[in-house]
């Protein structure tokens, strides 16, 4: 049955392969990690995390149904955890009335489309990327950010209506 | 929203998409062969946070068993009915003391022989052994069965209170200690402890020999008295 492949190009009943996987999802998981981050290092690095720790257990992940599902969980997952802890920083800073002391160069001035995602929450900021930038569909956003497919359509819906009015203004 | 595509949808892929870096920004072959040391270094941890896990359950396993064999309060020893002698097993926390009544305490025959005294009807009669306790009973005996006859002249039967004479072997869980009662006078024949158990012999004397067998954590203790012409054993396990 060799000639039986699943949508992601690969041989549903063999082990899926660590550095195809990898050649095949690392650069479209950055991507949609960068805007839901804003920061690509920051998707770089936690989509290289998920990988690591997926590399670490491959005998069990190559078996999964979706291996791609499960690392871009994990990468969702490191995502969700840096956003808490810029949060924390920020309240710590808050109560401290103290200013952050800025020594890297101020960055580019972002579009108004990036400074109205800025302002989104989270989940929508990720169920937009996912959907939007990976072409995701929504069964599968609801997968890595492990929702239901009706909160992940709340979510987008969400998003949708407050980026409509950025875009509509614009035109 | 799947269904609900629309050209603000594409609108909003386009914008969103332009903000992520391009594909060919991203070098996949490259980062994973810059990834490749962590890579290994991940796994190799991750091998060995299992094995020190399982090493650690296993541990427990063994330390758990080792437990559990050191303290077999758990275990009773069921005898058969005719097995002669071993004593049921009693957990060794608890302390225990069996005392053997006096007229029971050297196996006798169990045939009763009636003694006749000429010229009266006199019968002495042995005591028997089936009311003796469980924990204490001698195992061997070397065999005196010396009935005990009612002085002539002495109408009416009478039940004897002293010990004949013989060799009687005492047995604990510590070890075993073998006595030789003869004359009144008692006789340390042999003591041997049980594996794992050292011997103490604590009273040696014609009247009293008390030896304690002890591994450490339990003791066993066996003493033996002559009391009014019997033998008054005494078997406790701490």
């Not at chain 1, 290092?41 to 290289?48: K, P, S």
């Not at chain 1, 005998?59 to 990468?75: E, F, K, M």
């Not at chain 2, 225990?96 to 009544?101: A, D, F, I, K």
Request: aromatic share 4%; charged share 25%.
């Amino acid at each position: 049955m060799g000639d039986m492949l699943d949508a992601a190009g690969r041989d549903p009943d063999r082990p899926a392969d660590f550095d195809d996987t990898f050649r095949r999802w690392w650069a479209p998981m950055v991507r949609s990690l960068t805007v839901a981050s804003g920061d690509s290092e920051v998707a770089a690095d936690c989509v290289q995390d998920a990988f690591m720790r997926a590399y670490a257990r491959w005998r069990r992940v190559s078996r999964l149904d979706d291996p791609p599902g499960w690392i871009r969980h994990v990468a969702v997952n490191r995502l969700r955890d840096h956003f808490r802890k810029t949060t924390r920083g920020r309240s710590a800073f808050e109560r401290l009335d103290a200013r952050a002391i800025t020594t890297s160069p101020e960055p580019a001035p972002p579009s108004d489309l990036a400074a109205l995602l800025a302002q989104l929450p989270p989940q929508q900021r990720i169920a937009a990327a996912l959907f939007y930038v990976e072409d995701l569909d929504v069964h599968q956003v609801a997968n890595a950010m492990q929702l239901s497919d009706g909160a992940v359509k709340y979510h987008l819906h969400a998003a949708r209506q407050t980026l409509r009015g950025a875009l509509e203004a614009q035109s | 929203v799947n269904d609900e595509l629309d050209p603000l949808d594409e609108t909003l892929a386009r914008g969103l998409g332009a903000l992520a870096p391009a594909e060919f920004e991203l070098d996949a072959d490259r980062t994973l062969g810059a990834l490749r040391p962590a890579l290994r270094r991940a796994r190799l941890q991750r091998r060995v946070a299992t094995a020190t896990t399982a090493l650690g359950l296993l541990a427990v396993v063994v330390a758990g068993a080792a437990v559990i064999e050191r303290h077999p309060g758990s275990k009773v020893d069921v005898q058969a009915r005719d097995r002669p002698t071993r004593p049921t097993t009693i957990g060794p926390l608890r302390s225990t003391t069996t005392r053997v009544s006096t007229s029971t305490s050297t196996s006798v025959p169990r045939t009763i022989t009636p003694t006749t005294v000429p010229d009266h009807r006199t019968t002495t009669t042995l005591p028997r052994q089936d009311n003796q306790g469980p924990g204490a009973r001698p195992v061997t005996t070397t065999p005196a069965p010396t009935p005990t006859t009612t002085p002539a002249g002495q109408r009416g039967s009478t039940t004897t209170t002293t010990t004949p004479p013989g060799t009687t072997t005492y047995v604990a869980i510590g070890g075993r200690v073998t006595i030789r009662f003869a004359a009144g006078r008692l006789t340390l024949v042999s003591r041997i402890a049980a594996p794992g158990y050292a011997i103490d012999l604590r009273t040696n004397t014609a009247s009293e020999i008390e030896v304690r067998f002890s591994n450490g954590r339990n003791e066993s203790r066996i003493r033996v008295r002559v009391k009014d012409g019997a033998l008054e054993p005494e078997i406790s396990q701490t």
